[in-house]
């Protein structure tokens, strides 16, 4: 457990079948508070059934875990792709992403790579400041939401 700036202490650890309803409420939360202008192809539903029955289950899924229980965020895996990394609103800021980043180095000390949409500019200056590099810029075409994205590269 380390400390965590303004109380509690946060423990990253992976996530189990119990967690998947949390790890989706903060998806749900987060996707909402930082992509308010991006369109959602799945219901709320659906998304939650998507982290019980694929995300926990298939992917090497973390979640942060506030001293009372809670779900404070979710990162997943996906051999070498960083493909979640979501916090609560409340949480950002605040060195818990870091924290899953620095664990998805260690995990994946190859390289890592993630897409994230070219709207979210606060994603990709943390991205940018944990140095992962933009390689490929796409007009959203191949993704469900159809929103223009970046693909971030990082290499040791």
Same mark, same amino acid.
């Given at each position: 457990?380390?400390? @965590?700036?303004?109380?509690?202490?946060?423990?990253? +650890? +992976? *996530?189990?079948? *119990?967690?998947?309803?949390?790890? *989706? @409420?903060?998806?749900?939360?987060?996707f909402a508070a930082a992509l308010p202008t991006?369109? &959602?192809p799945r219901t709320d539903d659906e998304v939650r059934a998507f982290?019980?029955?694929?995300v926990v289950e298939r992917h090497e899924a973390?979640?942060?875990?506030? *001293?009372? #229980?809670?779900?404070a965020g979710v990162m997943v895996l996906d051999g070498e792709e960083l493909s979640q990394l979501y916090l609560a609103p409340e949480r950002r800021g605040r060195g !818990?992403?870091?924290?899953?980043?620095? !664990?998805a180095k260690e995990r994946v000390p190859g390289g890592l790579s !993630?897409?994230?949409?070219?709207?979210? #500019?606060?994603?990709?200056?943390?991205?940018?400041r944990h140095g992962f590099s933009a390689a490929e810029w796409t007009d959203?075409? &191949?993704? @469900?939401?159809? @929103?223009?994205?970046?693909?971030?590269?990082?290499?040791?």
């Amino acid at each position: 457990m380390s400390p @965590e700036p303004g109380g509690g202490a946060v423990v990253l +650890r +992976r *996530a189990s079948a *119990a967690d998947a309803s949390a790890a *989706a @409420e903060v998806w749900l939360r987060s996707f909402a508070a930082a992509l308010p202008t991006v369109v &959602r192809p799945r219901t709320d539903d659906e998304v939650r059934a998507f982290f019980r029955h694929v995300v926990v289950e298939r992917h090497e899924a973390w979640v942060a875990e506030e *001293a009372g #229980g809670a779900v404070a965020g979710v990162m997943v895996l996906d051999g070498e792709e960083l493909s979640q990394l979501y916090l609560a609103p409340e949480r950002r800021g605040r060195g !818990l992403g870091d924290r899953f980043v620095a !664990l998805a180095k260690e995990r994946v000390p190859g390289g890592l790579s !993630l897409w994230t949409f070219q709207v979210n #500019g606060p994603a990709r200056r943390f991205y940018e400041r944990h140095g992962f590099s933009a390689a490929e810029w796409t007009d959203g075409a &191949r993704n @469900e939401e159809r @929103e223009p994205d970046v693909r971030y590269v990082w290499r040791p």
